[in-house]
């Protein structure tokens, strides 16, 4: 079973309550997911590969680091898109891949209605994000696809997840860790996380 791990931090933990505050407006929703989001990828980098490079300093040359494999970051549209900067503030070489899935509000299966992925991901460390998983199907799907280009480390990453949708995502995903911020108690019959911050794309949309 793929690793689940919750990013513990007091700062990630107060960013979080006051995004599910249904009095937080658009303008501050949209703020606190990028800085969670950015938070959140000061994590899941600590184990990614360095390689040695020679750095010219105003007073001599020495040695430093850069990232050894590329990033290639996918969000998962509307949600997702917004994370994208956070991600972007701390990496911001990676290349952006799009993919856009909606759930079925009846089914709640997920609907994917575009894909766009960089070529050549087969070497490149993908980071899926969406600020939630709740049954896990739009994930499940956004890594089958990425998976489908080549690419071979993936790890996927939300902000508040169900226990249903991790146990989903474990079992199809099994090489893919997954880092949340928070799992909750459960979905609704609506599919929706309970206590989690309501819809996610509606909240930062005003749809
Ligand atoms: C939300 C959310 C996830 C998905 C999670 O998107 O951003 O993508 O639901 O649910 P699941 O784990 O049950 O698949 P939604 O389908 O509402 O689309 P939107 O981002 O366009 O609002
Ligand atoms: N999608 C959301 O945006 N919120 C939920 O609680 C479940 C799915």
Known sequence: MGRVMVIEHPLIKAKLTKLRD?????????????ELTAFMVY????DFPLREVEVETPLERTKGHELAQPVVLVPILRAGIVMTEGVLRLVPNARVGHI?????????????????????????LVIVVDPMLA?????VEAVRLVKGEGAKDVRFLCLVAAPEGIRAFREAHPDVPIYVAAIDRELNDHGY???????????????
């Not at 994590?43 to 600590?46: D, F, P, S, V, W």
Request: glycine residues 12%.
């Open 22 to 34: 249904k009095s937080t407006d658009r303008l501050l929703f949209r703020q606190l997911l990028e």
């Open 43 to 46: 994590e899941i980098t600590r």
């Open 100 to 124: 856009g899935i909606y759930r079925d509000p009846v089914t709640l299966r997920p609907h994917v209605y575009y894909k766009k992925l960089p070529r050549n991901i087969g070497d490149a």
């Open 135 to 139: 049954t896990g199907g739009s994930a």
């Open 193 to 207: 996380i309970l206590p989690g911050l309501g819809d996610a794309g509606d909240r930062l949309f005003g749809t």
